[in-house]
Every structure is written in C-alpha cells, then in structure tokens.
C-alpha cells in the first residue's frame, strides 16, 4: 500500500471519528450509530463530501444537523472543505431505525410501566387551579436538568395546557415510524397537546380521548432514557388522574396548594386519591407562601401554614410520611418567566423563588426509586 493510501485511510478514518462525535438533535444519538451517514467521499486536495439521511423529509433540524456535521467534519486536519447533502431514508431504513431504538418492544408498551424502569416518574398534582402547579413544574424540571439529570415533560393538562410556553418551546413534534420525537427546551423534552392544536384551539374530549391521548404520550413518544418524567396533571382528581394510575402504577404525586384554607382542603382530597390509586406521595410543594417586602419582612397574602397542613393530613391519611417539600415564595420573576420561556431557575436563580425550586429539585434528584412493582430480587429457600 502506498503512502498517499495510508494517508487517505487516516484522513477517512478521523472524519469518520469526528462524525460519530455528531448526535442527532433529536434522538440524541450519535449519527452513525443511527445510520443517517450513508456515504462519505474524499477528494485528493481534502474536499469532504458527506451524504446524511435524515429521519423524515421535513426534519425541522435539518440545519442544525448539517451545521454540526460540517463543524465536526471541519476541524480534522487535512480536510480543505466540507460539504454536506441530504437525504431521507427509506421506510425500511425507518424501521430498522425504531428497532435499534425500541428493541422488539411493542410500540404501543409504556417503558415507564415495565418493572425494571429506572425513570422516577413525578405527578404534579393539585387540587384546584391557580395554585402554579404548572410553574412548579417546569422549574423543578429545569432545576433537575441543570443537575445533569435527563428530564421529560409530560403536559397531562388537556383542556389548560400552557407547559409549552412556559418552557418556550417553538418546534413541533416529528414523527419518524411509529414513535413521535418530542421537542426539547433548557436541557428538557417536553410533548403537550397544543403541539398539535391549530393556534389556540380548545380541546373538547370526553373521558376514552382524554385517556388514549395520555396512553400515547406515554408510549409513542420517543422519550429516550429519563431519569425523571414530570407530569403536569390537570386539577381535580378526574380521569387522568385515574388513567396515570392506571397506566403508570409506580408513579408517585407531589401535591402543590397554597397556604390558602380554600386550597389547602382541595389538595388534601388531591391526594387522598392515592389511598384509592395505591399510589406513594413524595411530598407537598407550597406555592405563593408570601411575598417579601423591600424592608426584609413578609407579606402572607394567602395565609400561612397551609402546605405544612396539608403534609400532616396527607400523613394522618396515608399512614406514611409525607413531607412538606418547600415553600415558594410570590416573585414577578417567575410569572414573567412563565411569559417568556425562560424558567426563574435560569434567569434567577439566586432569587428567594430560584433557591426554595433548587432545593426541592435537590430532595428529588437524591432520592431512590420507589420499589413499587419492582421485582425485589429475593429467593425462596427451599423447606
């Protein structure tokens, strides 16, 4: 073999190693791993071509993928330019693709159901609206996936989604198979159903909709390996709460109130529904706790003491422990947050609001896994 060749297998194996260092914006892959690298060319001046397949025609990260692929395939030395064509795999590319990602998993099975799964799944739940439990949601998973923790979130909220502002998400969900790749914000994955509502149309569904919607959040979804799943429930204790405990036995509430007595009363019948579900509940999150004043004292617009009341009940009910999480106080910062995209936990973070969400996501992010509907390992002797 001569020379040149040695130096052009080099070149071709680097760019080939800069390119496996390429992940897919949205499966978060790396690209070769996945098959989208159908064919690389180098000419003998270093002029790069490469051909990358993208999962579906109107990939709406079609750019970002083929900025990533010529800054990585650039950098090698010895490369002189890159250019980068794309094109769309074939339906029977499609399908080995779901396979690597899904195995021979049924596509309508809920990985977070199986035994093994080791996603904690979070049900934020409340009794009432108006409480935030929306703006406790996206802070706390924002707050865990600054703590380098894989995070989806899953807008359970039907009829009064809001989640996707909240987080600013802009894109819209692809489909490639069978499975729906949801869009991602501030490190979080995040599928809602105004994804898919025209503007701001209302959703009018009856309890069978409501729980197949939820069922294919669950389980179409391409939601990768989480650590945490947060779900954002609607008010109440209706059909998705009833579906969720169905659907995800081991997932495990954390109830959100205010110190308000009206608030405090209707998230104790919140929770009380996980004496009918089974379900454990993690802790309460009390919201709108008060509002500090420029001389340093506090201001208890709603009351005080309601979140703690709420714990005791939900303990005295239960006959576990059930721990009051944190108090949040009112700030402007996170109702503009929730306006503009940007969580509190990011643009404040050392704001009284940032550090009681910090220290709730550091209670969530140290805790094991529930053990229910866990195998437990254990062995009969024999008699």
Request: proline share 7%.
């Amino acid at each position: 073999m001569s020379i040149q060749n040695v130096a052009a297998d080099d070149l071709q194996a680097a760019i080939s190693a800069a390119l496996a260092g390429v992940q897919d914006p949205e499966i978060h892959r790396p690209i070769t791993e996945l098959g989208m690298v159908e064919q690389v060319s180098v000419a003998p001046d270093g002029a790069t071509r490469v051909r990358v397949l993208l999962t579906v025609a109107g990939c709406p990260m079609r750019d970002k993928l083929t900025t990533d692929v010529t800054a990585a395939v650039s950098a090698v030395p010895g490369v002189s330019s890159v250019a980068v064509e794309l094109g769309v795999m074939s339906d029977a590319q499609r399908t080995e693709l779901r396979t690597k990602l899904r195995g021979d998993n049924p596509v309508n099975e809920i990985p977070f159901a199986k035994p093994g799964s080791p996603t904690r799944v979070y049900a934020v739940a409340s009794g009432k609206g108006g409480v935030g439990k929306s703006s406790v949601t996206v802070n706390l998973a924002v707050a865990l996936a600054r703590r380098g923790l894989q995070v989806g979130v899953l807008d359970a909220d039907i009829y009064g989604f809001s989640v996707p502002r909240m987080l600013g998400v802009t894109g819209k969900p692809t489909q490639v198979e069978k499975m729906i790749m949801p869009p991602q914000a501030h490190g979080v994955k995040v599928i809602s159903i105004g994804m898919f509502t025209p503007g701001n149309t209302a959703v009018v569904w009856r309890g069978p909709m409501l729980h197949r919607a939820l069922q294919q959040f669950l389980s179409d979804v391409y939601w990768g390996e989480l650590d945490v799943l947060l779900m954002d429930l609607p008010p109440g204790t209706g059909d998705i709460a009833i579906s969720l405990a169905q659907l995800v036995p081991s997932a495990e509430l954390l109830v959100v109130t205010t110190p308000q007595l009206a608030a405090r009363e209707v998230a104790e019948r919140a929770g009380s529904i996980a004496l009918q579900t089974h379900q454990q509940i993690i802790g309460v999150v009390e919201n709108m706790s008060w509002l500090e004043l420029p001389d340093g004292s506090r201001m208890e617009l709603f009351g005080a003491g309601g979140g703690q009341a709420v714990a005791d009940s939900l303990s005295a009910s239960t006959g576990t422990r059930v721990g009051l999480l944190g108090q949040v106080p009112i700030e402007v910062a996170i109702r503009e947050g929730g306006d503009n995209g940007t969580p509190l936990v990011l643009s404040q973070p050392d704001s009284p609001a940032g550090r009681a969400f910090d220290a709730i996501a550091d209670t969530l992010a140290a805790r094991q896994r529930s053990l229910v509907g866990r195998p437990l390992g254990l062995s009969v002797a024999a008699r």
